[in-house]
C-alpha cells in the first residue's frame, strides 16, 4: 500500500510502500513512538515522531500544526483502519511550508483565574470527545496490528 513521506531534512514528499505495521512506520519515521496529526476531514491523517526531543530540528508547517520530524501521511477507512492516502500528493505538496532548522520548544500559555477557568472547562469538553475520538482510533489500529 502507498503512503506519503514528508522529509523535512531533504524537503521532500515521496510516495513509499508501507503495510502500516508499527515497525514499518516506525522505520520509515526513523523512531519508535508516534502520534497522530492535522487529521483531515476524509480521513488522511500524518503520523509523526512523538519523541522529539529538545534543540534545534528541520521542521515544516502543514496547515495550523508545525512538525519537527518527519512525517508519514496515511489515510482512515470508516472503521479506523489505516489505507493509502485518499488525497493525491500534488495536494500536501501545495500545502506544506519547510521552516528550515528550528528550535522545538513546548508550547506554554498563562491564564488568569476567570479566563483561564471558562477555557479549561471548554477544553475538558472538547478533550472528552477528541479522547474518545482518538482511543476508538487506536483501539481499532492495534487490533487491526495484532498488538497488545
Known amino acids: 500500500m502507498n503512503a506519503y513521506l514528508i522529509d523535512p531534512a531533504t524537503r521532500?514528499?515521496?510516495?513509499v510502500e508501507t503495510d502500516f505495521s508499527l515497525p514499518s512506520i516506525y522505520n520509515l519515521l526513523g523512531c519508535n513512538l508516534i502520534s497522530s496529526a492535522a487529521g483531515q476531514t476524509n480521513g488522511d491523517v500524518l503520523?509523526?515522531?512523538?519523541?522529539?526531543?529538545d534543540g534545534e530540528h528541520e521542521a515544516f508547517r502543514f496547515g495550523?500544526?508545525?512538525i519537527y520530524s518527519?512525517?508519514?501521511v496515511v489515510g482512515t477507512d470508516r472503521s479506523g483502519e489505516t489505507v493509502s492516502p485518499k488525497n493525491p500528493i500534488e495536494l500536501y505538496e501545495t500545502q506544506i511550508d519547510w521552516l528550515g532548522a528550528k528550535m522545538f520548544e513546548p508550547n506554554v500559555a498563562f491564564l488568569s483565574f476567570p479566563?483561564?477557568?471558562?477555557?479549561?472547562?471548554?477544553?475538558e469538553d472538547r478533550?472528552?470527545?477528541?479522547?474518545?475520538?482518538?482511543?476508538?482510533?487506536?483501539?481499532?489500529?492495534?487490533?487491526?496490528?495484532?498488538?497488545?
Open 47 to 53: 503520523f509523526v515522531d512523538d519523541n522529539v526531543s
Open 64 to 66: 495550523t500544526w508545525e
Open 70 to 72: 518527519k512525517a508519514l
Open 127 to 148: 478533550m472528552a470527545t477528541s479522547l474518545q475520538e482518538n482511543l476508538d482510533w487506536w483501539d481499532a489500529f492495534l487490533k487491526r496490528n495484532k498488538i497488545d
Open 115 to 123: 479566563e483561564s477557568a471558562r477555557l479549561e472547562r471548554d477544553a
Open 12 to 15: 521532500t514528499i515521496s510516495p
